[in-house]
């Protein structure tokens, strides 16, 4: 199971929010160079994602390979 963490990324705390988030649930932060969408099974996005471009793109290409998508609280 390959988890995708994504959220907002305008300044290193939210890049480091969303490394911290991959880490602790076991997944890949969706900026990795490493990611590997084709065996992904669940996008896990953080608020204001939809402020975000890169994350959009990243909603919509889980969108499109029907993936599980949930929500994190921090």
């Known amino acids: 199971m390959l988890i995708i963490v994504t ?3 305008r300044n290193d705390e939210e890049v480091g ?6 880490g602790l649930l076991d997944g890949v932060p969706a900026y990795s160079a490493t990611i590997q969408w084709a065996t992904a ?3 896990y996005y ?3 994602w939809e402020k975000c471009p890169t ?3 990243d909603m919509i290409i889980a969108e499109t390979m ?8 921090v």
């Open 66 to 73: 029907d993936l599980v998508i949930c929500p994190v609280s």
């Open 41 to 43: 099974t669940a996008l």
């Open 46 to 48: 953080l608020a204001g």
């Open 17 to 22: 929010l969303i490394a911290e988030i991959a």
């Open 7 to 9: 959220g907002p990324q």
């Open 55 to 57: 994350a959009v793109a």
